[in-house]
């Protein structure tokens, strides 16, 4: 079979991605249609710079979504096929069998994988890590943040040592200290993750407890509902063929759907603990710039409790810069998990994640470019698109 | 102000003492502890042996005297073993066992000797960090000027064509980590394939004779990733000084605009992104990492990818608190800074 030409890769690669594009025509039809009602999110429709971010992070998740779905992929990214080893794009597969597809589109790496079907499977790796571990560091900022602005005082102090404690250490010397495997057996990943993912459920519990406080008959039995869903998925992340750490008994392992690999969870609880301390410092920036408005002073002559008025009445109010914030962190928690790979931190070396990907391609770079190139351009796209969506949401939330 | 300087001072100790407590607690986990026994005896080694290894050097005593070891205040370890070989924290090649000294911490200067160079730590330090400073001072002289004039000159005219690209520019490099953009230079400009060989794509040479060619592409590579932030800063408060009332004012005087802008805009313009430049540091810190192992240049962050992989212990403290003194003398020197250049806070 011929080598594919420049213009037939690029036609096969937009023919694979075909599914993205439906998704993406239609997120953008129906969110244009009904721009108007749809608040804050519908504005982004008014910003051409917005719009572009937007697209730009929208067309990354579909691609980690549909690519987990196996809809994208040409070939298995773990699979070698002999005789592809560093071949350039376009290279028909030596002796293809009957419904397999017949070339590598954006060539083959050094161990001769697929580069194209690589970088999909990347994009699912980021797509599920960074916003939620980004989520996570939020709630964590927030249920410390909102007190220590809020009451300030010894507690403020006392939190705000520890977050620049944080802060003062190199982000890489703290990954080469916590992402090792010898750190992993001593079960210390663990032992972080019992007290990180501990602070949405207490995050949780406080919000509904502080806002339905007065209506015992409707509160009980919603709190035993959410937080008995919370607790068992916290129980079920954490633990693992029924125990937490060594030898403490856990969720039995019938209740326990599924177990995250110790080098995901690690990787996971780090990014978590290094991006928590910066959202701590802003929420409660917020929280003593806002504790000082007139509305809150109206609650508290009403007589509402404190962390009704942290969480009802000034995190709403804060929301602007936090979602803002919140953008701009994924993508920096994106080039994070791309530092891990480069220096082949946590997960596994064979894994398509872009940052390992990136830092085996380059050990050839000066002869072959299409095994390093593809990974640091999607990474480079994806958190690109991260801040012109966050610029479009400030620019748009500024004008009321 | 003095007793201001003096109390961060405190704090700032305290810092480093908890720091390198943290860094001392995390490499003596006994995994840890096990790799450096390996790595030092041999890979084959039983666990009995192992152990035996790390009782013999003083690694199984409690976490504090060692500790209190490395600062100074407790006194050395040292044992003859069985072959009349003389072990402890304190031995040095070339030193008999009348000549070691009773303390060796940080209180007698003595910052400990790295298992994996087989030197004097303080020495390592020192040399390293020469070649590091010297790569940052390159990266300072491109990346300030540059990145003050990419805002001053987006903020001038807010919204104009200048403002869209120069902002674009710099929103695209905020976006483009070490690692991408480095990779994306050695394949555009010293690669084979796209046949331009412009630079050299390892910085080896660059340290004993460095040239434009072999030390360019480091130093682009980390002060493109930086510059974004602090040209964004810029433009952001150029922007709020072009809309006060005294810009209106001369304006309306008639004063031409490069007037305005070189002799009433740019000193206000200029306070805000002096903190952020300071407080670019520790992100350089990160920077320089990643680009001395993708550009292969031993420095600083060569010895700290080193000291981490073989569980260095003495090393990898002395690294963490040279890093963390850098980052925190640059907040220090960011907050005294800001204070002297707008007369209008003053520290109660």
Not at chain 1, 58 to 72: E, N, P
Not at chain 1, 225 to 243: D, K, M, Q, R
Not at chain 2, 260 to 270: P, Q
Request: glycine fraction near 10%.
């Amino acid at each position: 079979m011929e080598p594919l030409g420049t213009f037939e890769i690029i036609i096969r690669v937009l023919y694979q991605l075909s599914s993205v594009w439906i998704a993406l025509l239609l997120l953008f039809a129906l969110s244009i249609a009904f721009k108007r009602r749809l608040g804050l999110y519908g504005k982004l429709f008014d910003s051409p710079i917005g719009m572009i971010g937007f697209g730009l992070v929208m067309f990354w998740v579909f691609v980690g979504i549909f690519g987990a779905m196996d809809l994208i992929i040409t070939h298995d990214p773990l699979s070698q096929v002999s005789g592809m080893k560093n071949k350039v794009p376009g290279t028909p597969l030596a002796g293809a069998e009957e419904g397999e597809y017949a070339w590598y589109l954006l060539g083959g790496d050094n161990l001769a994988r697929d580069v194209f079907s690589r970088v999909v499977k990347g994009a699912w790796i980021v797509v599920q890590i960074a916003p939620l571990a980004t989520l996570f560091a939020f709630m964590v900022g927030i249920t410390l943040g909102l007190p220590a602005g809020y009451y300030g005082g010894r507690l403020d102090t006392f939190l705000s040592f520890l977050a620049n404690l944080i802060l003062a250490f190199p982000v890489i010397l703290l990954f080469y200290l916590l992402v090792t495997p010898e750190i992993v057996a001593t079960g210390l990943p663990t032992m972080m993750a019992i007290v990180l993912f501990m602070f949405p459920i207490i995050f949780l519990g406080v919000l509904l407890n502080s806002r339905y406080r007065t209506q015992p008959a409707f509160r009980t039995p919603l709190l035993i509902g959410v937080l008995g869903f919370a607790l068992w998925l916290y129980l079920a992340l954490i633990s693992e063929n029924g125990y937490l750490v060594r030898s403490i008994p856990g969720l039995p392992s019938v209740l326990d759907p599924f177990d995250i690999p110790g080098g995901i969870l690690v990787v996971f609880v780090s990014v978590v603990f290094v991006n928590s301390p910066t959202v701590f410092r802003i929420v409660r920036g917020l929280a003593m710039d806002i504790k000082t408005r007139d509305y809150v002073a109206a609650a508290q002559t009403r007589g509402e409790g404190p962390w009704y008025i942290m969480l009802w009445e000034i995190l709403p109010n804060a929301r602007g810069p936090l979602i803002v914030d919140f953008c701009l962190r994924i993508g920096y928690t994106t080039i994070l998990l791309g530092t891990l790979g480069f220096f082949g931190l946590g997960l596994p070396p064979e894994s398509p994640d872009w940052g390992s990907t990136i830092n085996e391609g380059r050990k050839l770079l000066s002869i072959y470019l299409h095994p390093a190139l593809p990974p640091a351009l999607a990474l480079l796209s994806l958190v690109l698109g991260l801040n012109l969506l966050a610029d479009g949401l400030r620019e748009e939330s500024l004008k009321d | 102000m003095g007793l201001f300087i003096l109390r961060r001072f405190g704090v700032m100790l305290l810092t480093a003492l908890c720091l390198t407590f943290i860094v001392f607690f995390l490499t003596n986990l006994y995994p840890n502890l096990e790799k450096l026994a390996k790595t030092q005896g041999n890979q084959r080694m039983s666990d009995e042996q192992v152990q035996t290894w790390l009782d013999n050097r003083g690694y199984s005593d409690p976490l504090l005297t060692k500790y209190g070891r490395w600062l100074g205040v407790m006194p050395g370890f040292t044992k003859t073993l069985n072959d009349g070989q003389f072990v402890g924290t304190c031995v040095r090649p070339g030193l008999t066992p009348e000549e070691t000294p009773r303390f060796c911490g940080i209180a007698q200067g003595d910052w400990g000797y790295s298992t994996r160079f087989k030197a004097d730590v303080d020495e390592i330090i020192w040399k390293r960090l020469g070649n590091t400073l010297y790569l940052m001072m390159w990266v300072m002289i491109l990346m300030v000027p540059s990145a003050l004039l990419v805002g001053v000159l987006a903020g001038m005219r807010e919204g104009s064509r200048t403002d869209r690209s120069l902002s674009t520019f710099s929103i695209l490099s905020t976006a483009t980590p070490e690692y991408v953009s480095g990779v994306i230079f050695i394949a555009v400009f010293t690669s084979s394939t796209v046949g331009l060989k412009w630079f050299k794509g390892t910085a080896t040479q660059a340290m004993e004779e460095p040239t434009f060619e072999n030390f360019f592409l480091p130093v682009l590579t980390i002060a493109l990733y930086g510059m974004g932030y602090i040209a964004r800063m810029t433009r952001a408060s150029m922007t709020e000084v072009m809309t006060a009332q005294y810009i209106r004012t001369a304006r309306l005087k008639g004063v031409s605009f490069p007037n305005i802008v070189i002799k009433h805009a740019l000193r206000n313009a200029l306070i805000a992104p002096f903190t952020v430049i300071m407080l670019q540091f520790p992100w350089l810190l990160n920077g320089v990492v990643i680009v001395e192992s993708l550009f292969n240049y031993k420095g600083f962050g060569w010895v700290l990818v080193e000291a981490a992989g073989n569980n260095d212990i003495q090393l990898l403290l002395a690294v963490s608190v040279v890093s963390v003194f850098v980052v925190l003398i640059t907040q220090l020197i960011s907050d005294i800074g800001y204070v002297y250049l707008n007369p209008r806070i003053r520290i109660s």
